[in-house]
């Protein structure tokens, strides 16, 4: 994206993180809102208990400013954060619910992600990321070879190189990372990991507005069906194979194998015990890192399920309707029929009809070919015979 004049005027006028940064009680929302939603990895709350949170930390903030720091109530601020000209919370309601849930919105996330941001760290560490980009650049080109002599070459390389690590180590020469090197490695993982919990909610809402268009589209059709079906079903098979509905499909069929669980577990247990990552007195959630990405994942997997049953269930009431319409036109043929039953016409020939029932020809009730017998005709000239025939 091009970050010239008149894009930048668009987003301050119309993203709704912007927004957020410049709101008069941007402190109170980012704040509530972190501790409430991102803080505990929570992916919805209903509408009693967001409401009771927010009244406690509306009552502590007027004892620190005075009463008429924050005039309105927490349902009204709630209901004030939900309208389309804020957008920092989504308001909707879950099925088999009849009490409304909120659930932060990916652009409130991005903003409070960006606040987080601003914050004096302690360390800054380059060398991990580095090492990263270099990673991922052999990665692409090792990935892209297309000629099994240069990757049997990459391999052989690295074998070298690992019998070589071998060898120093059996003779005494045991290389290990120092503490700079661990806590900036501990600090990438810390920002990858929470970077990958805001990517789910930005994945739902794509698939949310994916599902509006359609229903949109379907209300508004009035072309043949099997055209609306065929380009309903292919968008939504175009963003199951997009590169983000493919990344995350890895992504999830990665982290659901069990053997990759239990890794995992073994590697955090291990890290928070390194004494560099202690003194770095990390989010002790961090160590259970890969449990919030399933529970965020399995979220985002129901998401995407109850849309789809929502889309069919559309799709059914669509057809309903259709077919109701038919019945309507019977019906109101019948009810002429019997309006006419008292006053039938003189002429008793006043309809005239090719059959009472269709003409049904079947391909099995048509006989087999058989073959014609063809006549051999002679050129010859028959000889009068002088014999005679009697006639009785």
């Given at each position: 994206m091009?970050?010239?004049?008149?894009?930048l005027?668009s987003?301050r006028?119309?993203?709704?993180?912007w927004r957020l940064?410049?709101a008069?009680?941007a402190?109170?929302?980012a704040?509530f809102?972190?501790?409430?939603?991102?803080?505990?990895n929570?992916?919805?709350?209903?509408?009693?208990?967001?409401?009771s949170?927010?009244?406690?930390?509306?009552?502590h903030?007027?004892?620190?400013q005075?009463?008429?720091?924050f005039?309105?109530?927490?349902a009204a601020?709630?209901?004030d954060w939900?309208q389309?000209?804020r957008?920092w919370?989504?308001?909707y309601y879950?099925?088999g619910?009849?009490?409304?849930?909120?659930?932060l919105?990916?652009?409130?996330?991005?903003?409070?992600?960006?606040?987080d941001?601003?914050t004096?760290?302690?360390?800054?560490?380059?060398?991990?990321?580095?090492?990263?980009v270099?990673?991922?650049?052999?990665?692409?080109?090792e990935?892209?070879e297309t000629d099994?002599d240069?990757r049997?070459?990459?391999l052989?390389k690295r074998k070298?190189?690992?019998?070589?690590e071998i060898?120093r180590?059996r003779?005494?020469?045991?290389?290990?990372?120092?503490?700079?090197a661990?806590?900036?490695?501990?600090q990438?993982v810390?920002?990858?990991?929470?970077d990958?919990?805001s990517?789910?909610?930005e994945v739902e809402?794509?698939?949310?507005l994916?599902?509006r268009?359609?229903?949109e589209?379907i209300?508004?059709?009035?072309?043949?069906?099997g055209?609306l079906l065929e380009s309903i079903?292919?968008?939504?098979?175009?963003?199951?194979d997009?590169?983000?509905?493919k990344s995350f499909?890895a992504?999830?069929?990665?982290?659901m194998?069990?053997?990759?669980q239990e890794e995992?577990s073994?590697?955090?247990?291990?890290?928070?015990e390194?004494?560099a990552?202690?003194a770095l007195?990390p989010d002790?959630r961090?160590?259970?890192?890969?449990y919030d990405?399933?529970?965020a994942g399995?979220?985002?997997q129901?998401?995407?399920?109850l849309?789809?049953?929502?889309?069919?269930?559309f799709l059914d009431?669509?057809?309903?309707?259709e077919?109701?319409?038919?019945?309507?036109?019977i019906?109101?043929i019948?009810a002429r029929?019997?309006s006419?039953?008292?006053?039938m016409?003189?002429?008793?020939a006043?309809?005239?009809?090719?059959?009472?029932?269709?003409?049904i020809?079947?391909?099995?009730e048509?006989?087999?070919?058989?073959?014609l017998?063809?006549?051999?005709l002679?050129?010859?000239?028959?000889?009068e015979?002088d014999a005679?025939?009697?006639a009785?």
């Amino acid at each position: 994206m091009s970050l010239d004049y008149a894009t930048l005027e668009s987003l301050r006028r119309s993203h709704p993180a912007w927004r957020l940064l410049l709101a008069d009680h941007a402190p109170l929302v980012a704040s509530f809102l972190h501790r409430v939603f991102v803080l505990p990895n929570v992916r919805m709350m209903a509408q009693a208990e967001l409401i009771s949170k927010l009244e406690d930390e509306l009552f502590h903030l007027r004892e620190l400013q005075g009463d008429g720091a924050f005039p309105k109530s927490a349902a009204a601020y709630l209901d004030d954060w939900t309208q389309e000209a804020r957008g920092w919370l989504r308001k909707y309601y879950p099925p088999g619910s009849d009490e409304a849930h909120f659930d932060l919105t990916p652009s409130t996330e991005k903003a409070i992600a960006w606040l987080d941001s601003l914050t004096q760290r302690s360390f800054v560490g380059t060398e991990s990321r580095l090492m990263t980009v270099f990673e991922l650049l052999r990665q692409m080109v090792e990935g892209s070879e297309t000629d099994p002599d240069a990757r049997i070459r990459e391999l052989e390389k690295r074998k070298a190189e690992i019998d070589a690590e071998i060898a120093r180590i059996r003779d005494g020469k045991l290389a290990v990372l120092d503490e700079t090197a661990l806590k900036d490695r501990f600090q990438q993982v810390s920002a990858t990991a929470r970077d990958l919990l805001s990517d789910f909610r930005e994945v739902e809402q794509n698939f949310r507005l994916l599902d509006r268009n359609t229903r949109e589209r379907i209300a508004l059709w009035d072309g043949a069906k099997g055209k609306l079906l065929e380009s309903i079903f292919g968008e939504r098979d175009a963003i199951a194979d997009s590169d983000q509905g493919k990344s995350f499909r890895a992504f999830w069929d990665f982290l659901m194998s069990p053997d990759r669980q239990e890794e995992l577990s073994a590697l955090l247990k291990a890290v928070f015990e390194l004494q560099a990552v202690r003194a770095l007195e990390p989010d002790a959630r961090l160590k259970r890192v890969h449990y919030d990405w399933l529970e965020a994942g399995e979220h985002t997997q129901r998401t995407v399920s109850l849309l789809s049953q929502q889309l069919r269930r559309f799709l059914d009431d669509q057809v309903w309707l259709e077919n109701r319409r038919i019945m309507e036109i019977i019906h109101h043929i019948e009810a002429r029929a019997l309006s006419l039953r008292e006053d039938m016409p003189k002429d008793a020939a006043f309809m005239e009809m090719d059959d009472v029932a269709p003409g049904i020809e079947l391909p099995m009730e048509r006989p087999l070919f058989s073959v014609l017998t063809k006549p051999v005709l002679t050129d010859r000239i028959a000889e009068e015979d002088d014999a005679h025939v009697a006639a009785d």
